[in-house]
T-cell receptor, first 113, second 117 residues
Framework: QQKVQQSPESLSVPEGGMASLNCTSSDRNFQYFWWYRQHSGEGPKALM?????GDKKEGRFTAHLNKASLHVSLHIRDSQPSDSALYFCAVSEPNYNQGKLIFGQGTKLSIKP | GPKVLQIPSHQIIDMGQMVTLNCDPV?????FYWYKQILGQQMEFLVN????????KSKLFKDQFSVERPDGSYFTLKIQPTALEDSAVYFC???????????????FGAGTRLSVL
């Protein structure tokens, strides 16, 4: 069983709209969440991390974490064509100091002009 | 921002041969990683490396795999011999000194696409 499940697999949003991506961990050992974005031909780049319950906002991006359900979402407001990319959720264990991240299978986001 | 460079971007090799993938991590980073991504699937952790040693490796890190970073040069992943199932994109990553609460970010290179024929 996958330890990190993302939904939807793909998403199309009009330019200027709101994109919402979801991620759930199936292992209570994994409670620290990251969102990474990967443009075609590039490596993944960290967008933001969230470790506490509630919302975390960085510019147009807002992450929401519910630790009880091990669910995190990423909301992108005022979506731009440059936001078209593959979005990965990644998790790690608290107090695990070796830096291993477990990735989900990704959500492909397309922003239509 | 910080850059991780991977060389080459694409490598084609015959099954059974040896291949070395090179990674130039961010200069002041201390932790180094290799991840494997088969087309259409998620990235999977292979190995992490700190202070000249492998700290943890996954079951994907077969006996044919080895990593090293001699004298602060490239961080390398060597596969000897290669097998067809080794075809994938291999991503190198690095991170600064790891915080007590696992809160540091990994910085990834653009990947090396390995094609084993």
């Amino acid at each position: 069983q996958q330890k990190v499940q993302q939904s939807p697999e793909s998403l199309s949003v009009p330019e200027g709209g709101m994109a919402s991506l979801n991620c759930t961990s199936s292992d209570r050992n994994f409670q620290y969440f990251w969102w990474y974005r990967q443009h075609s031909g590039e490596g993944p780049k960290a967008l933001m991390s969230i470790f506490s319950d509630g919302d975390k906002k960085e510019g147009r991006f807002t992450a929401h974490l519910n630790k009880a359900s091990l669910h995190v979402s990423l909301h992108i407001r005022d979506s731009q064509p440059s936001d078209s990319a593959l979005y990965f959720c990644a998790v790690s264990e608290p107090n695990y100091n070796q830096g291993k991240l477990i990735f989900g299978q990704g959500t492909k986001l397309s922003i239509k002009p | 921002g910080p850059k991780v460079l991977q060389i080459p971007s694409h490598q084609i090799i015959d099954m059974g041969q040896m291949v070395t993938l090179n990674c130039d991590p961010v200069s002041n980073h201390l932790y180094f990683y290799w991840y494997k991504q088969i087309l259409g699937q998620q990235m999977e952790f292979l190995v992490n490396f700190y202070n000249g040693k492998v700290m943890e490796k996954s079951k994907l890190f077969k006996d044919q795999f080895s990593v090293e970073r001699p004298d602060g040069s490239y961080f390398t992943l060597k596969i000897q011999p290669t097998a067809l199932e080794d075809s994938a994109v291999y991503f190198c990553a690095s991170s600064p000194d790891w915080g007590a609460y696992s809160q540091n970010t990994l910085y990834f290179g653009a990947g090396t696409r390995l094609s084993v024929l």
